[in-house]
Antibody, heavy 125, light 106 residues
Framework: EVQLVESGGGLVQPGGSLRLSCAASGFTFSNHWMSWVRQAPGKGLEWVANIKQDGSEIYYVDSVKGRFTISRDNAKNSLYLQMNSLRAEDTAVYYC??????????????????WGQGTLVTVSS | IQMTQSPSSLSASVGDRVTITCRASLSISNYLNWYQQKPGKAPKLLIYAASRLQSGVPSRFSGSGSGTDFTLTISSLQPEDFATYYCQQSYSTPYTFGQGTKLEIK
């Protein structure tokens, strides 16, 4: 069974740091781009960052650039999100997601499947 | 790329045909996905590449569109379909989602 399990969430003060982990199983982790997506309480979904199979390409949403770092360890089938200088607006459930893809004559279609169950990060004093 | 869904909420009855629309702020070809989310749960993929039904998803769900305008249609609503639906573009990073459409029981 393809599965993603996040951990590492919790309560942290503004300006603090937290490291999220995502353990993958049931598929060849090293073959896939991976993403982090977050959802603030009662709000919609926001893509945060993604990383290429070998870690050589990384992209972030502007609001976390310079504060968050995505990384992976293919030997441990794990994805990470190091979050520094946390702000109240970073409070959210953080999901990791696999990025399957399919090439066509038009280019490459990408989607998120599966998603982990999520881990809650609360930034508050 | 901004994604705009309409309506933001919708009341419907079991058996109804429902359509949700998603508009992109620029052309995204067919790089559009649809997800269903129930309270307290992770999103679930329904449709990828605008019209491709994810394995295991009931055939009452369908997607269409290309360029800037897309639709998700549920042909005959079932009780388990009451949830929030999101569109998402994968044309370019930052990947962006619509604001969501909450489908409620009438």
């Amino acid at each position: 069974e393809v599965q993603l399990v996040e951990s590492g969430g919790g309560l942290v003060q503004p300006g603090g740091s937290l490291r999220l982990s995502c353990a993958a199983s049931g598929f060849t982790f090293s073959n896939h781009w991976m993403s982090w997506v977050r959802q603030a309480p009662g709000k919609g979904l926001e893509w945060v960052a993604n990383i290429k199979q070998d870690g050589s390409e990384i992209y972030y949403v502007d609001s976390v650039k310079g504060r968050f770092t995505i990384s992976r360890d293919n030997a441990k089938n794990s994805l990470y999100l190091q979050m520094n200088s946390l702000r109240a607006e970073d409070t959210a459930v953080y999901y990791c997601a696999r990025e399957p893809y399919e090439w066509s004559i038009f280019g490459v279609a990408i989607w998120f499947d599966p998603w982990g169950q999520g881990t809650l990060v609360t930034v508050s004093s | 790329i901004q994604m705009t869904q309409s309506p933001s909420s919708l009341s419907a009855s079991v058996g109804d045909r429902v359509t949700i629309t998603c508009r992109a702020s620029l052309s995204i070809s067919n790089y559009l996905n649809w997800y269903q989310q129930k309270p307290g749960k992770a999103p679930k993929l329904l449709i990828y590449a605008a019209s491709r039904l994810q394995s295991g998803v009931p055939s009452r769900f369908s997607g269409s569109g290309s360029g800037t305008d897309f639709t998700l249609t549920i042909s005959s609503l079932q009780p388990e379909d009451f949830a929030t639906y999101y569109c998402q573009q994968s044309y370019s990073t930052p990947y962006t989602f619509g604001q969501g459409t909450k489908l409620e029981i009438k």
